[in-house]
């Protein structure tokens, strides 16, 4: 649905950076919010007690009071509004702080203005991130680790995060990389976790200066290959070809096929005996 045909969203924009922040208002009030503009900390915290506000874009290089602790101040109030960090300081640290901070998304300056747009659409399409939080357990930007509910929209927030840190990589690496976690996790939280935002996934990734090595521990059992290849088709239809199109419409996959070709993707690929933890390793050169 066109942003434009969307009821109007109360939109807070807050940088310091004048021209930009006119750009940026203009872009969303043409798709049809309602905006309002602040150029530091104090200013956007005035404007978010003077009424309601839907969504926050939110620049972490500000003046004086920085983005984050604006940012934290934002989290406590009784209704905060939905927060899209933007920030040039695209680091593990300051991304990981943000993750901590249940921002809604995360977008890296230098940007095309007119995808701002789409990133807000997006964001006020799901739920908040508040209601489903991801727990940063370590922050170190070789040893990352985070705890997160069994959700599809968590689990497409924590990928859209990982691949954020992983954005040095060579691009080949980066896409193998990137492919192999999306399967894994997503088999993770849902055959796993049967999709209940009430049990949690562990994703840890370990960088050194030759390997990058992800683990990911479900709930339940979901990379269990056969019982996955089972259940395929094994279906009220016994139509398999049915029964995939079907989760596929609901956004959901087929199950063991797609772990199987994350072999191909990764140097090295291990699941645990009971077949609800994996690793998997790659080399860098």
């Given at each position: 649905?066109?942003?434009?045909?969307?009821?109007?969203?109360?939109?807070?924009?807050?940088?310091?950076?004048?021209?930009?922040?006119?750009?940026?208002?203009?872009?969303?009030?043409?798709a049809?919010?309602?905006?309002?503009?602040?150029?530091?900390?104090?200013?956007?915290?005035?404007?978010?007690a003077?009424?309601?506000?839907?969504?926050?874009?939110l620049?972490?290089?500000?003046?004086?009071?920085?983005?984050?602790?604006?940012?934290?101040?934002?989290?406590?109030?009784a209704?905060?509004?939905?927060?899209?960090?933007?920030?040039a300081?695209d680091t593990?640290?300051?991304?990981?702080?943000?993750?901590?901070?249940?921002?809604?998304?995360?977008?890296?300056?230098?940007?095309?203005?007119?995808?701002?747009?789409?990133?807000?659409?997006?964001?006020?399409?799901?739920?908040?991130a508040?209601?489903?939080?991801?727990?940063?357990?370590?922050?170190?930007?070789?040893?990352?680790?985070?705890?997160?509910?069994?959700?599809l929209?968590?689990?497409?927030?924590?990928?859209?995060?990982?691949?954020?840190?992983?954005?040095?990589?060579?691009?080949?690496?980066?896409?193998?990389v990137?492919?192999?976690?999306?399967?894994?996790?997503?088999n993770?939280?849902?055959?796993g976790?049967k999709?209940?935002?009430t049990?949690?996934?562990?994703?840890?990734?370990?960088?050194?200066?030759?390997?990058?090595?992800?683990?990911?521990?479900?709930p339940?059992?979901?990379?269990?290959?056969?019982?996955?290849?089972?259940?395929?088709?094994?279906?009220?239809?016994?139509n398999?070809?049915q029964?995939?199109?079907?989760?596929?419409?609901?956004?959901?996959?087929?199950?063991?096929?797609?772990?199987?070709?994350?072999?191909?993707?990764?140097?090295?690929?291990?699941?645990?005996?009971k077949?609800?933890e994996v690793?998997?390793?790659?080399?860098?050169d």
């Open positions: 649905m066109s942003p434009l045909t969307d009821a109007p969203r109360r939109i807070l924009v807050v940088d310091d950076d004048r021209a930009l922040r006119h750009a940026l208002s203009t872009l969303l009030e043409g049809g919010h309602i905006v309002s503009q602040a150029g530091d900390g104090p200013e956007a915290l005035a404007r978010l003077g009424g309601p506000t839907d969504l926050m874009l620049d972490l290089g500000l003046p004086g009071m920085g983005g984050m602790e604006v940012l934290a101040r934002v989290r406590a109030l209704s905060p509004p939905r927060v899209v960090v933007v920030t300081d593990p640290e300051t991304l990981l702080e943000a993750i901590r901070g249940q921002v809604d998304g995360y977008v890296r300056k230098p940007f095309a203005p007119g995808g701002i747009v789409d990133v807000i659409s997006d964001v006020l399409a799901k739920p908040p508040a209601a489903l939080p991801i727990e940063v357990v370590s922050a170190r930007p070789e040893w990352v680790e985070i705890l997160a509910p069994c959700s929209d968590a689990a497409n927030r924590i990928q859209g995060f990982m691949m954020t840190l992983e954005a040095g990589l060579p691009e080949h690496v980066r896409e193998s990137g492919s192999a976690f999306h399967e894994l996790l997503f993770g939280v849902e055959w976790g999709l209940d935002p049990r949690k996934v562990r994703i840890s990734c370990i960088r050194t200066r030759r390997m990058l090595l992800y683990r990911i521990a479900d339940g059992e979901g990379f269990d290959i056969g019982r996955l290849s089972h259940a395929a088709i094994s279906n009220p239809d016994d398999p070809l029964h995939a199109l079907v989760r596929e419409e609901k956004g959901l996959r087929p199950g063991g096929l797609g772990l199987a070709i994350t072999r191909t993707l990764v140097d090295e690929l291990v699941y645990n005996e077949r609800n690793v998997f390793v790659k080399y860098l």
